[in-house]
């Protein structure tokens, strides 16, 4: 159930306006269960259930486990939308433009020539006389049609 404070429609008291406003906050946010954590923030942080007066075990390794089970199925997925690239100094490579950009404008800016390539995934590319950094996912190789 989502419910919706209306402050305008409120008569809210001098001394303490707040009142009504954080009672109808605390309950979702002690009562929302994260996903990926199988918990409420408030069962964790103080292992005990803020709705029931019960205690509450965090299985640490689990909790651990599905997490990094979820991290891996995004990277694949992630992944298999990628073609791999193995760039070298000399290469063209074209930069992807701020998605927000105003319609009509170019999506990829550039050519710009590789400098150099790092082992962290990123490279370095002249632009002008400027040389900039850059990560591999924001680039993408030059094709001459």
Do not use: C
Not at 17 to 39: E, F, K, M, R
Request: charged share 20%; glycine share 4%; aromatic share 10%.
């Amino acid at each position: 159930m989502i419910q919706t404070f209306f402050v305008d429609a409120t008569e809210l008291d001098e001394k303490d306006p707040y009142t009504g406003i954080l009672s109808a906050v605390a309950l979702p946010t002690q009562a929302t269960i994260h996903t990926t954590l199988n918990a409420t923030p408030s069962q964790l942080v103080f292992g005990r259930d803020a709705m029931l007066d019960i205690e509450f075990h965090a299985d640490w390794n689990a909790i651990k486990t599905r997490k990094q089970k979820d991290i891996n199925e995004n990277d694949l997925w992630d992944n298999a939308k990628r073609t791999p690239h193995n760039y070298q100094v000399g290469n063209q490579i074209m930069i992807k433009n701020d998605p927000s950009r105003k319609f009509g404008t170019n999506a990829y800016l550039g050519p710009f020539r590789v400098t150099s390539v790092n082992d962290n995934g990123t490279l370095r590319y002249q632009r002008g006389q400027i040389n900039n950094t850059i990560n591999i996912w924001n680039v993408s190789p030059y094709q001459v049609s």
